[in-house]
């Protein structure tokens, strides 16, 4: 069974930056897809980002050019850099893992931008 960990969030201005991690135990992070999504207040839970196995990436239209989804297999950890932090990126993050169509969910960390 796969459990994810995520950290890094916080407070932080506009246009700022923040990096958020997710560690996760088991033995198949390697072969499994993982993302980013998010979900504001009043708001359902949209995909931001995700990476393959293979490190093939997508990206929300809203976060284009301004975070980054990478993947360390070897420390089974993916990362998501978000630069030029908006006031509606406020949210909690959620990682996800889906391996072969079984989704897994981290606790979630919540980001505020706020001046």
């Known amino acids: 069974q796969v459990q994810l960990v995520e950290s890094g969030g916080g407070l932080v201005q506009p246009g700022g930056s923040l990096r958020l991690s997710c560690a996760a135990s088991?033995?198949?992070?390697?072969?499994?897809?993982m993302g980013w999504y998010r979900q504001a207040p009043g708001k359902q839970r949209e995909l931001v980002a995700s990476?393959?196995?293979?490190?093939?990436?997508r990206y929300a239209d809203s976060v284009k050019g301004r975070f980054t989804i990478s993947r360390d297999n070897a420390k089974n950890t993916v990362y998501l850099q978000m630069n030029a932090l908006k006031f509606e990126d406020t949210a909690v993050y959620y990682c996800?893992?889906?391996?072969?169509?079984?989704?897994?969910w981290g606790q979630g960390t919540l980001v505020t931008v706020s001046s």
């Open positions: 990476i393959t196995p293979s490190t093939t990436t």
């Open positions: 996800n893992a889906n391996y072969f169509g079984v989704n897994v």
């Open positions: 088991g033995s198949i992070f390697s072969r499994s897809s």
